[in-house]
Structure formats: C-alpha cells, structure tokens
C-alpha cells in the first residue's frame, strides 16, 4: 500500500496558454466535469423501473483571474472569439505545483476559447488591485499526475 499523501497547497501553480507558461494569474477555477445520466428501460423488461447509463459529459467553464495590466492579450482573444475569427481555439494547461515547483498535476483543456470577460469595478473609495477575468469554454478536458 502506498504511504498517504498530504494535500497540495492551492497557491502554487501556472497556467500555460499554447505553450506560453504565465504565473500571472492570481486565481484559477476549475470546472465541474459532469456525465449526464441517460434513463432508459428495455422493452422485454418486466419491471416499470429504468436502467441508468452515462450519457454526455460537459463541464462548466475555466475560470482565469489576474491582476489588471497594460498587457491586453485576454482581451483580443476574446475579441477575436467575439469576431468570430476561426483560429481562436487554444490549448491550456493549468499546473499544479509542488514546494520546489515542478508539476504534480497537470488539467489540459483541449480547444479552448473565451465567452466571458470582465474586469471589477473601478471604485474611487477602494484602493483594491483591478482584476481582470476571463472564462473559457472548451471541448475537453483530461487530468494526468
């Protein structure tokens, strides 16, 4: 039997975007992956019960969050998306990282694109950072150790 393990810290990771790593994000909210249930009954059956089986599976949205700046490469990609420019999918990877920073986990998204972008209200009695936000869609997800 493999010795328990302690969990991972949540504050350690990267998000990689068709291959370029940022550490920028402050915060990452992974999906929920749900598999749908399919009822079903089978003619010869003789009891008015269903029978269950997996149906399609869907997730909710990838949620990214980081500290406002001049850089506006989320903002194109979603304006890009929003244009309906073909060649918006990406790639991303979000990492999970150990004490000395090499991958534990690794979540991939497969063909991946902005459908939500904000940024927190700008706030004269506040003296809070501006967060900019972006939610992406995707096609699939997969989880390797």
């Known amino acids: ?12 990771f990267e998000v990689e975007i068709d291959g370029l790593v940022s550490t920028a994000f402050s915060r990452v909210e992974l999906p929920h992956a749900v ?22 599976s869907h997730y909710s949205h990838l949620v990214l969050t980081r ?13 890009a998306a929003r244009d309906g420019d073909p060649s918006v999918d990406r790639n991303v990877a979000v990492r999970l990282l150990d004490a000395t920073r090499s991958p534990v986990l690794t979540w991939r998204f497969r ?4 459908v939500v972008h904000r940024v927190t209200p700008l706030d004269a ?4 950072a501006v967060v900019e936000t972006v ?3 995707f ?3 997969d989880a390797e150790a």
């Open 1 to 12: 039997m493999a010795p328990p393990q302690d969990p991972f810290e949540g504050s350690n």
């Open 35 to 56: 598999v749908d249930e399919v009822a079903h009954r089978s003619g010869s059956d003789k009891t008015s019960s269903s029978r269950k089986a997996p149906g399609l």
């Open 67 to 79: 500290g406002l700046t001049t850089d506006l490469e989320l903002w194109r990609w979603w304006t």
């Open 111 to 114: 063909n991946a694109f902005p």
């Open 125 to 128: 009695l506040s003296s809070d």
């Open 135 to 137: 939610e992406l869609a």
């Open 139 to 141: 096609d699939a997800m």
